[in-house]
């Protein structure tokens, strides 16, 4: 994803913090525009270095009067107009547009948030194309200042409509502005908005696709891994890491060696299905490791996820390094590298907070992939997908040939069951509940023909117990959740609405089932503001 007719067309977004800025790349994508997402306070060499056509500056929750407002580097401006690089402020982007060049942003006396429309206000915009003025359309507003008074060379091109400046620009100094969210579907013809402004405006051309991708990251590992050196690759049973080895494969053939451990922590007979799986459908020479007993060990009397995450990653990283010994014994020589399905959401969700430096993003959690692993690793790591999100790493696993109903499996975490047991995961038979109970869910949609318009669906064990009646005797048994989301890639979901008979008929057949449970609850929350794992 590094050739050079890729990077002339990039479209480079600053993030600023906004929960929405995932959203814009995504966007962006889906235009077959190639975009990538770094911190707004990037240094100017990192963004002079990935040669962008187009630079967005996304929302953020601060204001630019705040002493530590993020902002971008010192010569930013004189680098765009120098490159003829187009700009795009969103939001606090377009906040801090007007104040670098001049202008003045002030706390506003009407906030504006939620759905609001607003008016074209000048003709044969460069970000509203042919629309007349005077034409309207509905938006999504989420900002507290507001701009009220441009810098020279600037003109209004949308109006709130409580009267506040909605969209700016200056075309000859290729500056644009939208004090809205484009990127969400609250906007309904925001995609117009970013359509005409990268094709009509910025003269971007659409060249990015699968193909492309899959040949450059094939030319990347040739040139990382050297014609004698083997690779190790960590094979979950997941889409991710399932493509991840594919590729790989495809680029250096049987020197990529597999491994699947087994680390106690999987579904309901899921080492058995997914083995079956790599032999029978992929071809994949993978070799399992039973490792159930030491997880557990390390895992026993754990109750913080954080740490829970990062004792796995740990335990994952040993056995890979032992895996690497017993081949280097077989091989005479040692592999160097690890392949692993990391993916761009796991980046973005793995961010370190505001304050660190690196971006002003919150971080949502650690991903075992990025947060997790040791930082005196032996082995270098190659992640092939870390660019990527999850309905393109599906798309680039049809172009290999990975089996369509493996590619349509939801995804399951890296930390697997340990993050859907909420607390101590060695204690009493959560684990044994919580597959059981998992099982029937899931085999309950698949029966129900819901499978494969559900983006995640999955039981959490509770750490509480409820009173109940089971065979006319009081009980006090554990609890479980049932959470089922829709969503394009993880980003953002929406809880799936189950008819009101398939939920009673799952919870009758949990509890008439599982011994130990008497009570099933359902996750109904959106994210945000909830993850769709809980943990």
């Known amino acids: 994803m590094e050739a050079q007719a890729v990077k002339s067309n990039l479209v480079l977004i600053l993030d600023y913090g906004s929960q929405y800025t995932h959203l814009i790349t995504r966007r962006i994508r889906k235009l077959s525009i190639f975009s990538l997402c770094i911190s ?17 500056l996304s929302g953020g929750p601060h204001s630019v009067h705040a002493d530590a407002a993020p902002s971008f580097p010192e010569g930013f401006l004189d680098y765009v107009e120098a490159k003829g690089v187009f700009v795009l402020g969103i939001c606090y982007g377009l906040q801090l547009i007007v104040q670098k060049l001049g202008g003045e942003v002030r706390i506003g006396d009407r906030q504006e948030y939620g ?6 206000a000048a003709r044969a915009s460069g970000l509203f194309g042919s629309k007349e003025v005077g034409d309207r359309q509905s938006v999504w507003m989420s900002h507290g200042d507001e701009a009220v008074r441009l810098p020279d060379g600037f003109a209004v091109v949308a109006k709130s409509e409580q009267g506040g400046i909605a969209a700016i620009e200056n075309r000859e100094r290729r500056f644009y502005g939208l004090q809205y969210h484009p990127e969400v579907t609250h906007s309904p013809e925001g995609m117009e ?3 005409c402004f990268l094709f009509n405006v910025c003269g971007v051309t659409a060249d990015w696709n699968m193909e ?48 699947f451990v087994d680390n106690g922590l999987l579904r309901y007979k899921e080492r058995v299905r997914v083995m079956e799986t790599f032999e029978t459908d992929l071809h994949l020479p993978v070799t399992c490791v039973d490792a159930t007993e030491q997880f557990l060990r390390n895992l026993k009397g754990i109750v913080d996820p954080e740490t829970k995450r990062k004792i796995i990653g740990r335990e994952f990283i040993l056995i890979f390094d032992m895996f690497a010994q017993d081949l280097e014994h077989k091989l005479g020589k040692r592999p160097n590298f690890l392949v692993q399905g990391t993916l761009y959401p796991d980046i973005i969700e793995s961010c370190p907070p505001p304050g660190s430096g690196r971006t002003h993003s919150h971080t949502i959690k650690s991903h075992h992939n990025v947060g997790g692993l040791p930082k005196d690793m032996k082995l270098k790591l190659i992640e092939p997908l870390k660019l990527l999100f999850k309905d393109e790493v599906r798309e680039l696993g049809k172009i290999l040939n ?7 499996r939801h995804p399951f975490p890296g930390p697997g069951l340990a993050v859907r ?9 959560a684990l044994e509940i919580l597959r059981q109970v998992d099982e029937i869910f899931i085999q309950s949609i698949k029966d129900a023909g819901l499978y494969d318009s559900i983006w995640q669906a999955f039981a959490v064990f509770l750490p509480i117990k409820s009173v109940g009646v089971q065979g006319d005797k009081r009980t006090h048994s554990h609890v479980v959740a049932l959470r089922a989301v829709t969503s394009q890639d993880g980003m953002t979901a929406d809880w799936y609405n189950f008819e009101h008979k398939f939920l009673d008929d799952v919870a009758r057949k949990i509890c008439n089932s599982v011994r130990g449970v008497n009570r099933v609850v359902q996750d109904i929350t959106s994210k945000p503001p909830s993850t769709i794992e809980w943990e």
């Open 115 to 120: 759905r609001m429309e607003i008016e074209v």
């Open 193 to 195: 908005t970013l359509r």
């Open 40 to 56: 707004g306070t990037s240094p100017l060499q990192s963004i002079a270095d990935l040669n962008p056509r187009v630079i967005i």
């Open 402 to 408: 990975v089996p369509q109903g493996f590619l349509k």
């Open 212 to 259: 492309d991708v899959m040949e450059e990251e094939i030319k990347t590992i040739k040139a990382l891994v050297g014609p004698e050196d083997h690779v190790i690759c960590a094979l979950s049973g997941g889409v991710d890491s399932t493509v991840a080895a594919t590729l790989v494969h495809k680029a250096i053939g049987n020197r990529l060696h597999c491994i």
């Open 421 to 429: 047991v909420l607390g101590d995961v060695t204690e009493g038979n």
